[in-house]
T-cell receptor, first 110, second 113 residues
Framework: EDQVTQSPEALRLQEGESSSLNCSYTVSGLRGLFWYRQDPGKGPEFLFTLYSAGEEKEKERLKATLTKKESFLHITAPKPEDSATYLCAVQEGNTGKLIFGQGTTLQVKP | DVKVTQSSRYLVKRTGEKVFLECVQDMDHENMFWYRQDPGLGLRLIYFSYDVKMKEKGDIPEGYSVSREKKERFSLILESASTNQTSMYLC????????????FGSGTRLTVV
């Protein structure tokens, strides 16, 4: 059964303190791994798509990487505005459906 | 700016009422999805649709139905609302086939009293 596990559930950082969020997955034939950012009371906002092991994508202070079993979202020198819940999802087979992890709630304190 | 629009941000309904949640996308996407999101349970798929008049059950379809009469519109129907359907409801759409991620709407916070 396809599954996505994110860790940690919650992460508190000081402004400027770099860290990483983990997304472990089991899927038969990865078609895509997706990262989303979700602010409280809003819908998830697309960040990155990764398709193959070794691939990396960057956007401002965020960098997503992918191996055969997991993905990391690295946050370099975070700012308070990076505080949000970060969701990871994998695509299920040929259906187009995404399977989501539980998310990591990041809080960055000034 | 392309988007997925959900008709209401906040909704309060009474137990037993029939509730309609509307979702419209302007990207000509084939696929549309309805999720609910609850603390500690994450995003759970209720129903999805690959084409007009087509629908597939997700993981938690009980108590819900859907309608897709036009490509751009996907409606979620709570036949008889119950308090355990109080939740954040998220609509999403994607291009046909696989390898494409979703674009989400801003969500509807439904409270059933």
């Amino acid at each position: 059964e396809d599954q996505v596990t994110q860790s940690p559930e919650a992460l508190r950082l000081q402004e400027g303190e770099s860290s990483s969020l983990n997304c472990s997955y089991t899927v038969s034939g990865l078609r895509g791994l997706f990262w989303y950012r979700q602010d409280p009371g809003k819908g998830p906002e697309f960040l990155f798509t990764l398709y193959s092991a070794g691939e990396e994508k960057e956007k401002e202070r965020l960098k997503a990487t992918l191996t055969k079993k997991e993905s990391f979202l690295h946050i370099t020198a975070p700012k308070p505005e990076d505080s949000a819940t970060y969701l990871c999802a994998v695509q299920e087979g040929n259906t187009g459906k995404l399977i989501f992890g539980q998310g990591t709630t990041l809080q960055v304190k000034p | 700016d392309v988007k997925v629009t959900q008709s209401s941000r906040y909704l309060v309904k009474r137990t037993g009422e029939k509730v309609f949640l509307e979702c419209v996308q302007d990207m000509d996407h084939e696929n549309m999805f309805w999720y609910r999101q609850d603390p500690g349970l994450g995003l759970r798929l209720i129903y999805f649709s690959y084409d007009v008049k087509m629908k597939e059950k997700g993981d938690i379809p009980e108590g819900y139905s859907v309608s897709r009469e036009k490509k751009e519109r996907f409606s979620l129907i709570l036949e008889s609302a119950s308090t355990n359907q109080t939740s954040m409801y998220l609509c999403a759409s994607s291009r046909g086939g696989s390898n494409y991620g979703y674009t989400f709407g801003s969500g509807t916070r439904l409270t059933v009293v």
